[in-house]
């Protein structure tokens, strides 16, 4: 059985970078694509971008220009950068692995990140 | 980007009876690549449909996806007490992936 755990602070400054690694266990991240979802407090969810495991990404245009996403296979993780964060970038974000075509079909329990100084 | 509508936003019912939730997106989804899943409070989403009309393992099949093209429904045939929560569509058949603002389904 797949899981995966998001790890990482959970209070970022206003301008600094958010940081966020995703652990998978229980099979290889080899084969799939990976990515990060976040989900404001009482809100819906935004797709952030992906990562094959061979290290192409691709990221939603609306947060590109901040992000980027990463994969160590050794360790069998994939992280999320997302700079100059403000006070709307905090959410609970997810990682995810995508399924055969794009939808997701195994998710991390999530971690929320505020945005405070 | 594909904008996503679903309704209602709240749809109210009892124990057993059926619901029918709606997605309409801006634009046509390319191959029906359209998933829903469901969330409960302080859970991540769980997929339930994709590709439209396909379950995901360990789905019950009182889940059922239909539809194509810009229309899209999840119908519950009969809620159990598990079945109150959020419900959110998605479509991965044109990048960036989308997803609807969800619909609750609360108990009457």
């Known amino acids: 059985q797949v899981q995966l755990q998001e790890s990482g602070p959970g209070l970022v400054k206003p301008s600094e970078t958010l940081s966020l690694i995703c652990t998978v266990s229980?099979?290889?991240?080899?084969?799939?694509?990976w990515s990060w979802i976040r989900q404001p407090p009482g809100k819906g969810l935004e797709w952030i971008g992906y990562?094959?495991?061979?290290?192409?990404?691709s990221y939603n245009p609306s947060l590109k220009s901040r992000v980027i996403i990463s994969v160590d296979k050794s360790k069998n993780q994939f992280s999320l950068k997302l700079n100059s964060v403000t006070a709307a970038d905090t959410a609970v974000y997810y990682c995810?692995?995508?399924?055969?075509?794009?939808?997701?079909?195994?998710w991390g329990q999530g971690t929320l990140v505020t945005v405070s100084s | 980007e594909v904008v996503l509508t679903q309704s209602p936003a709240t749809l109210s019912l009892s124990p057993g009876e059926r619901a029918t939730l709606s997605c309409g997106a801006s634009?046509?989804?390319?191959?029906?690549?359209l998933a829903w899943y469901q969330q409960r409070p302080g859970l991540p989403p769980r997929l339930l449909i994709y590709d439209a009309s396909s379950r995901a393992t360990g789905i019950p099949d009182r889940f059922r996806g239909s539809g194509s093209g810009t229309d899209f429904t999840l119908t519950i045939s009969r809620l159990e007490p598990e079945d109150f929560a959020v419900y959110y569509c998605q479509q991965y058949g044109s990048s960036p992936w989308t997803f609807g603002q969800g619909t609750k389904v609360e108990i009457k």
């Open positions: 995810a692995r995508d399924g055969y075509n794009f939808y997701f079909d195994y």
């Open positions: 229980g099979g290889p991240i080899s084969s799939y694509y």
């Open positions: 634009q046509s989804v390319s191959s029906n690549f």
């Open positions: 990562i094959y495991y061979s290290g192409s990404t």
